[in-house]
């Protein structure tokens, strides 16, 4: 994707082939700074310090971290090591353990010698992968956008499709593309004349923060908007479709999303907005029925809630308190999505029913 008209990808292997750069995105969207991954451990703080985010990104960056300890000692006992610390440090992105399983099981049976450069070899291949999985789901959207849009048309003629999205689902989420924005991109690429609702999505602003920069550089009219007014906009037919990424979707269609994706779905069908979820195969996990019985939610630092970060007068990115010093916080970070609320999946393989018969349709066939 484009930035001041420079192509970026989220993650890239440096030209030494021993350290890993990344898009720092706590720092979006005042300041584009590089990061630097050179080790094991710096592959988990990254994760876990949301240094990098979103599902696909975070199981591009696991798969790196995996070749980075294989590079400093390839034995059984450190790929064990690495593998459980990378996989713990994000727990409820199914993405995570299906890129670090994915490496582990292409090098486990190789000699100790080979195992550093088939482990960046399979990494790089995820990476690769990841960006055409991405352009594909931009597509097969790109195919719903525009059946919305000409319903809308034919009775609007001449006015903006209106999209809302929640947290962030762009190319910031994952290698390129991304997956709820992507069909956005390929839309607004076509000449489609639309808007983006950009939820705030607090505790962490990945919409104000990221999605509407992402937006910015790509020249797509958006306006940022408190998680709240979501409803309130369906309410008054100010949105026309609602697409989020997932984290972790059941065998049966339930969507493990960033927190507010529910109440969102509610109020979507409450209205009769549709409301599509894009994903990547690698996100569905087939062993799960429940989602709100069986997906883990990560809980975070009551910190992110209690305070908020921004940009000052002096230059810098402070943290100021936001509640009583003697208030507590709670932070889950994701939500489920029942599949009955949901209208559709997006896939790079096509659009489907959010169920076990519509995902066995596209993915076991």
């Not at 001041?4 to 990808?9: A, E, F, L, S, V």
């Not at 790089?124 to 999985?133: G, K, P, S, T």
């Not at 797509?220 to 100010?238: C, F, K, S």
């Not at 709100?292 to 230059?315: A, F």
């Amino acid at each position: 994707m484009r930035i001041k008209g420079r192509d970026w990808r989220t993650i890239w292997l440096e030209d030494d082939g021993c350290s890993v750069g990344v898009i720092d995105q706590r720092k979006l969207p005042h300041f584009l700074h590089i990061h630097i991954i050179r080790s094991l451990e710096d592959a988990v703080e990254a994760i876990s310090q949301m240094v990098v985010r979103g599902a696909p990104l975070i199981g591009v960056t696991g798969a790196y971290g995996l070749m980075l300890a294989l590079q400093k000692d390839a034995s059984d006992a450190s790929l064990d090591f690495a593998y459980k610390n990378l996989v713990s440090s994000r727990p409820t992105a199914i993405n995570l353990n299906w890129a670090l399983s994915r490496v582990r099981e292409h090098v486990i049976n190789l000699p100790l010698h080979l195992r550093a450069e088939a482990a960046k070899e399979e990494a790089q291949e995820i990476a690769e992968e990841d960006v055409l999985i991405c352009e594909e789901i931009g597509e097969q959207g790109l195919l719903v956008l525009k059946q919305i849009n000409a319903e809308k048309q034919r009775e609007q003629q001449g006015k903006p499709l209106n999209v809302l999205t929640h947290c962030n689902a762009g190319w910031l989420a994952a290698v390129d593309w991304g997956t709820a924005l992507a069909p956005v991109y390929k839309a607004h690429r076509t000449g489609m004349n639309l808007h983006v609702w950009v939820d705030e999505t607090r505790p962490r602003n990945q919409g104000a923060s990221l999605t509407a920069y992402e937006l910015g550089c790509e020249g797509i009219p958006h306006t940022v908007i408190v998680d709240n007014a979501g409803g309130h906009l369906m309410q008054h037919g100010q949105v026309d479709v609602v697409i989020v990424g997932s984290d972790r979707t059941t065998k049966t269609g339930d969507v493990c999303n960033k927190i507010g994706t529910y109440l969102k779905a509610l109020a979507a069908f409450d209205n009769s907005v549709p409301f599509y979820v894009a994903l990547p195969g690698s996100t569905i996990d087939w062993s799960v029925l429940d989602g709100l019985q069986e997906i883990p939610i990560e809980t975070r630092s009551e910190i992110e809630v209690l305070e908020i970060e921004g940009h000052s007068e002096n230059d810098e990115i402070v943290r100021v308190r936001l509640c009583p010093s003697q208030s507590k916080g709670f932070n889950p970070a994701f939500d489920v999505t029942p599949s009955k609320l949901i209208t559709g999946l997006i896939t790079e393989k096509g659009v489907c029913a959010a169920s076990e018969s519509g995902l066995k349709s596209l993915y076991l066939k």
